[in-house]
């Protein structure tokens, strides 16, 4: 099997991305210098950026012979949609990068791994983003959870960090034995591992529905533990107080939207989208359903009672994962509406969690053993650094969807999606958790601007506006921006289905 040169073009960000990595890694053998890494991990995210725009303008639909979609074997396959996700982790891995810069200054250990590391993790994000087979997704997950056992443990010698490590580590591992066990089983039915063909095999093939369901069972342990969905989600808040705040940022954005993206793929393969489905897979859409409203209930009950920005977040996060986890399922009546949402959705997630995490690793830096994630860290914030303050405002905002923010776009499509699915009970679990968020979204901005004297020196991060704090303030006025003028990514979205495959 040859691969054509147009489709070596297709796969151009990936290759460059895995490029970045082997880059990084020669810096470090010749030379180790802290800014050289990390100069070199974002100007290689950088340039694979550029590729994804090289690539789709040399797609355009008005010639006979577009690029897009482009098979690469029957692994990969670049279309608009891959490049959409690539975007959205190359944007995680930038922020990651810029953030962890600062935060690593007073670390007294080898820094520079930590960039090789962040490179690895945002490789196998891209090839998640591109994968159309079985094999590739599970390479890719492995791709993006092995560097992240690393990058949890980096300050290992605090004990909440090697905990987090540890139990991030053996938890993962276990996740991914339930994955690639629920693969053998498919397998062993549709006799091929690329997506189409198991989705044809579901519709298809009614004898041996129980072993389906069991594949497909243990598939959802997986995946619902990469996600940090119920009932798998008791690692996240003890894994995102004990992460480097940057790596937190980055589990809960490039890792979560990466593994999300191959979900997506996965169910619009799967007859779970198509009203006609067949009984097994109305079994399996309830499943998910409560697995849905269980998260999005779980993960707002239980941040109400936190006293950590980083646990709050995490917790945040479960309920997130579960407003779009609602939305897969309202595929079943409007496959392009769900794409949309979950298209927005994302994006607008990826800016608020990826500000919130910068805000929370900007007030920590420089090291100093551990992060100031206590809400105590940011009382009174407003009266020392007001643009940190605004900026972690804004992100607050967006995550409980108030409007002016892309946060209240993304619940907005969400909740239309299970409107015109005629989900009600879904539609309720999406507002009460809404409502549920934003007593603990807005309970923690209020500290922000308390003049109470008590806490009046707990500002510990550095007294000068760093490259962190320009990110963190472009990330919010990117908020903004597509909270009050949606349209430009309502149209990066449509681009994002223009090509699909």
Not at 335 to 356: K, P, R
Not at 435 to 458: N, P, Q, V
Request: charged share 10%; hydrophobic share 55%; net charge negative.
């Amino acid at each position: 099997m040859t691969i054509q040169l147009s489709e070596l073009f297709a796969i151009l960000p990936l290759i460059l991305a895995g490029l970045n990595a082997v880059v990084v890694m020669l810096s470090i053998a010749w030379r180790r210098d802290h800014i050289t890494s990390a100069s070199l991990t974002v100007f290689g995210f950088l340039i694979t950026g550029l590729s994804l725009i090289l690539i789709y303008f040399a797609a355009s639909p008005d010639d006979g012979n577009a690029l897009l979609p482009r098979y690469v074997t029957s692994l990969l396959i670049v279309d608009g949609f891959a490049l959409f996700y690539s975007g959205l982790v190359l944007i995680a891995g930038i922020g990651t990068a810029i953030f962890a810069y600062h935060w690593l200054e007073g670390f007294d250990d080898n820094k520079e791994e930590f960039y090789l590391l962040l490179a690895i993790a945002v490789t196998g994000g891209i090839l998640l983003a591109m994968s159309n087979h079985m094999a590739s997704m599970f390479i890719g997950i492995e791709l993006i959870s092995l560097p992240l056992f690393g990058l949890v443990a980096y300050t290992f010698e605090r004990s909440r960090t090697l905990e987090a490590g540890i139990k991030y580590m053996v938890l993962s591992a276990a996740a991914s034995s339930f994955l690639l066990f629920g693969i053998a089983l498919l397998y062993a039915e549709s006799g091929s591992l690329t997506f189409s063909a198991v989705g044809k095999s579901l519709a298809e093939n009614s004898l041996h529905a129980p072993l389906i369901l069991v594949g497909l069972g243990m598939m959802i342990v997986g995946f619902g533990f990469k996600l940090s969905l119920f009932p798998f989600q008791l690692w996240t808040p003890d894994v995102y107080q004990g992460a480097p705040a940057p790596v937190a940022g980055f589990l809960a954005t490039g890792s979560k939207i990466a593994i999300f993206a191959v979900l997506v793929r996965l169910f619009l393969e799967s007859p779970i989208t198509h009203s006609n489905s067949l009984p097994q897979t109305d079994t399996l859409s309830t499943v998910i359903i409560v697995i849905a409203v269980a998260s999005i209930l779980f993960g707002n009950l239980l941040a109400l009672t936190q006293k950590s920005a980083k646990r709050l977040l995490g917790y945040s996060s479960i309920a997130h994962m579960g407003y779009l986890l609602v939305t897969l399922v309202a595929m079943r009546a409007d496959i392009y509406l769900a794409q949309m949402t979950v298209l927005i959705y994302l994006a607008g997630y990826l800016f608020a969690s990826l500000g919130a995490f910068g805000v929370v690793s900007v007030i920590s830096s420089p090291y100093r053993g551990d992060d100031q994630d206590d809400f105590c860290a940011f009382r009174g914030l407003f009266w020392h650094k007001p643009v940190l303050a605004m900026v972690m405002t804004v992100m607050m905002l967006s995550l409980a969807g108030i409007p002016i923010t892309v946060g209240f776009i993304g619940k907005f499509y969400a909740v239309m999606s299970t409107v015109y699915a005629e989900l009600w009970w879904l539609t309720g679990a999406v507002v009460v958790g809404s409502a549920l968020g934003l007593f603990y979204y807005l309970r923690f901005m209020a500290s922000f601007y308390s003049r109470d004297t008590e806490h009046g020196d707990r500002y510990t991060g550095p007294e000068k506006a760093t490259v962190g704090t320009v990110f963190a303030a472009i990330c919010a006025i990117a908020v903004i921006v597509f909270g009050v003028w949606p349209q430009p990514l309502i149209e990066l979205a449509y681009t994002g289905m223009a090509f699909l495959g």
